[in-house]
Nanobody, 124 residues
């Protein structure tokens, strides 16, 4: 099993920055990628970014490209999501997750383990 714990999010004004972290513990041989998802009130959960463990490939949603950066410190088993130039539409609950099933990085059904979520609020 893989246990994921996100850092606390926060509230910032538009244009500001936040960095989220996701500490992973445990082991699962099928652990493929670490992903970040978000869910705003009344909306479906959407993939924000993912980084794959074996090949280091990274993926981003179009809405965050150029503003968000995903990274991972393997020695610390911790993933990060650096969020710059934040916009009010980035306001959501953010989750990190571990992908075990083969599939699109942005498909939440391919992720088995999830963190508890952390709130990010961006005010205009």
């Amino acid at each position: 099993q893989v246990h994921l714990v996100e850092s606390r999010g926060g509230s910032v004004q538009a244009g500001g920055s936040l960095r989220l972290s996701c500490a992973a513990s445990g082991y699962d041989y099928n652990y493929r990628c670490m992903g970040w998802f978000r869910q705003a009130l009344g909306k479906e959960r959407e993939g924000v970014a993912a980084i794959c463990l074996r090949d280091g490939l990274v993926y981003y949603a179009d809405s965050v490209k150029g503003r968000f950066t995903i990274s991972r410190d393997n020695a610390k088993s911790t993933g990060y999501l650096q969020m710059n130039s934040l916009k009010p539409e980035d306001t959501a609950m953010y989750y990190c997750a571990a992908q075990l099933r083969v599939g699109m990085w942005s498909d939440p059904d391919t992720y088995i383990y999830w963190g508890q979520g952390t709130q990010v609020t961006v005010s205009s």
